[in-house]
Nanobody
Framework: QVQLVESGGGLVAAGGSLRLSCAASVLRSIFSRSAMGWYRQAPGKQRELVADISSDGSTAYADSVKGRFTISRDNVKNTVYLQMNSLKPEDTAVYYC?????????WGQGTLVTVSS
């Protein structure tokens, strides 16, 4: 059973930083070949893509976070990170990570990020 465990969420003042982590309980060889993504869902809104990173390290970001967030991965630790800087109140949401095996996706349980103004 594949599991993703997110951590690092919390309460931060506007302008602050947080780093989210997502650890995957899969074989290292499988993790390194899988795409990973961070999504978020704010109250009353649909879940949206924040950033993703492919197996070769290529990254993509939502326009709203470009220049402020950085996604990275550690294929030894089976972990994907989301470094969030210059946080804004509108970044408040539950953040989820996802692993994409190509034929199947698995989601984490989410971690809450609250940015106070």
């Amino acid at each position: 059973q594949v599991q993703l465990v997110e951590s690092g969420g919390g309460l931060v003042a506007a302008g602050g930083s947080l780093r989210l982590s997502c650890a995957a309980s899969v074989l290292r060889s499988i993790f390194s070949r899988s795409a990973m993504g961070w999504y978020r869902q704010a109250p009353g809104k649909q879940r949206e893509l924040v950033a993703d990173i492919s197996s070769d390290g290529s990254t993509a970001y939502a326009d709203s976070v470009k220049g402020r967030f950085t996604i990275s991965r550690d294929n030894v630790k089976n972990t994907v990170y989301l470094q969030m800087n210059s946080l804004k109140p509108e970044d408040t949401a539950v953040y989820y990570c996802k692993i994409d095996f190509g034929f199947r996706e698995v989601w984490g349980q989410g971690t809450l990020v609250t940015v106070s103004s």
